[in-house]
DNA sequence: TCTGGGGTCCTAGGACCC
DNA sequence: TCTGGGGTCCTAGGACCC
């Protein structure tokens, strides 16, 4: 059995845990600078507030209710969910995070230490309630996709309280009948179409197709989910953290431009970021791409759509690396190649691939020392930027223009990773 | 005025090899 | 008139997830 243990709209939970005056009233986080909404409280979705609907839309609602907001508070979430992986440990050998919200447990095994899954379920709630008041809602079946349509069956149906558990034929047949297939891990809305032409509208339904034709019709992976729903376990806990194969940052302007100085700007801070990470997990990228987006929404003053271009350039650098200063000439180089004057960018971005464990690295036979020197001084930059804030020790040619960073005017406290802002009782 | 920012996996098709 | 039969690797693009 897996349980699948998945946070109530956890950005506005973690808000609310810090915050009760916060309880009972519509909270939303946005997204970064500002721009959509990515959670919501139950009081919010009543108010009719869309999952990623643009923030500007909001305002004659705001002005009718009183809904509290907040911009995204990476280091309190961030923060809050390591504390909660790490009490989910107390009730299984094997977690898998899966997301920021979510994690999945092998629980087989451990019922014979309570007297239901059911029971298991009420524990974990009412534990996480005590120390992290966050409330959560957990599924239990027998694969892992059936685990999160229990899930989404326990926040769903208030009768349930949270836990619910598919654990007979019965319960799975039962749960199936009613369950939209396009609310299945697994299918997006692209198979739920093409499932929908075929009058599929069900999980019972998927569950009975033949595997050759759902094959042709969603690849391999309809053929594990057909299973998974048969309670045939094909997706298998995932624990311990596999590398990343890329990295990826493209943060957008506040406002879109033209100006190739600015964006050059920005790019080689993305750059800094994204070498960072890549210390960080110790790795080593062999290829580099550059991007450039304009804005699909946009329209000129005449009304019509702003003309497109979003065009990408990536390099294979000579040798793997994660210096900023190696690839910074690259990065550039491509981003000229890839700029036309007349377009009106709203993002550049760069993505890092191929990369390799730092135990690997290849030396240059000529530049051995150099590599080593760099090495070091990278690392001497972000443990000073650790320290300092980040940004704080920068390359020269970054932020020579301070206008495109990103702008968060809600932010609450981080109060559980810095000291200066942590919560004072009155 | 303002519309997010990350990731993974799979497939088809092209280029190339013998 | 009829032009083989295996392979591998790479890339772009699509679909999905949070």
């Known amino acids: 059995m897996y349980a699948l243990i998945d946070a109530n709209c956890f950005y506005c939970s973690v808000e609310r845990s810090f915050n009760p005056a916060l309880e009972g009233k519509p909270v939303i986080v946005l997204s970064n600078r500002d721009g959509c909404v990515v959670a919501r409280s139950n009081e919010a979705k009543d108010l009719g507030i869309n999952m990623g609907q643009p923030f500007f839309q909001l305002a004659e609602l705001r002005k009718q209710h009183d809904i509290a907001v907040f911009s995204s508070n990476y280091a309190l979430y961030g923060d809050t969910s390591a504390r909660l992986m790490s009490l989910l440990t107390h009730f299984a050998e094997d977690v898998e995070v899966y997301s920021i919200d979510e994690a999945f447990l092998l629980v087989e095994g451990f019922e014979c230490l309570y007297p239901?899954?059911?029971?298991?379920?009420?524990?974990?709630?009412a534990k996480i309630d005590q120390w992290l008041r966050i409330p959560v809602s957990i599924g239990f079946g027998p694969t892992k996709t059936l685990a999160k349509i229990a899930n989404r069956l326990?926040?769903?149906?208030?009768?349930?309280?949270g836990v619910c558990v598919l654990d007979t034929p019965e319960k799975?047949?039962?749960?199936?009948?009613?369950?939209?297939?396009?609310?299945?891990?697994?299918v997006g809305r692209q198979s739920a179409r093409k499932l929908e032409c075929f009058d599929i509208k069900?999980?019972?339904?998927l569950r009975k197709v033949p595997i050759d034709w759902i094959r042709q019709m969603m690849t391999v992976n309809g053929v594990r989910l057909v299973y998974e729903l048969q309670g045939h376990p094909c997706k298998l806990l995932?624990?311990?953290?596999?590398?990343?194969?890329?990295?990826?940052?493209?943060?957008g302007f506040h406002r879109v431009t033209t100006d190739l100085a600015m964006i050059e700007d920005a790019l080689t801070a993305h750059l800094s970021r994204v070498c960072e990470k890549l210390r960080r997990q110790?790795?080593?990228a062999g290829c580099l791409t550059v991007y450039l987006k304009t804005n699909r929404y946009r329209k000129t003053a005449t009304g019509l759509p702003d003309k497109q271009?979003?065009?990408?350039?990536?390099?294979v650098l000579p040798h793997p690396t994660n210096n900023v200063l190696d690839m910074i000439h690259y990065a550039?180089?491509?981003?000229?190649?890839?700029?036309?004057?007349?377009?009106h960018y709203q993002k550049v971005g760069i993505m890092l691939t191929d990369l390799v464990s730092a135990d690997y690295r290849e030396t240059n036979l000529f530049t051995a020392g150099l590599d080593e020197k760099r090495l070091k001084l990278s690392n001497a930059v972000d443990k000073l930027n650790q320290r300092f804030g980040s940004n704080k020790l920068r390359l020269a040619s970054q932020q020579h223009n301070p206008e495109w960073p990103m702008q968060f005017q809600y932010l609450s406290k981080r109060c559980t990773t810095r000291w200066s802002e942590i919560l004072e009782a009155k």
Not at 332 to 343: H, K, Q, R, S
């Open 282 to 284: 110790n790795s080593l």
């Open 172 to 186: 799975i047949d039962e749960s199936l009948k009613n369950f939209p297939v396009n609310e299945i891990w697994g």
């Open 154 to 161: 326990a926040k769903k149906t208030p009768e349930h309280n």
């Open 332 to 343: 550039v180089g491509a981003l000229n190649e890839i700029y036309a004057p007349d377009y």
């Open 202 to 205: 069900t999980a019972d339904q």
């Open 238 to 251: 995932e624990v311990g953290q596999k590398p990343k194969k890329s990295f990826c940052t493209e943060p």
């Open 309 to 315: 271009h979003n065009p990408s350039r990536t390099i």
């Open 116 to 125: 239901s899954y059911q029971d298991l379920g009420e524990i974990i709630r």
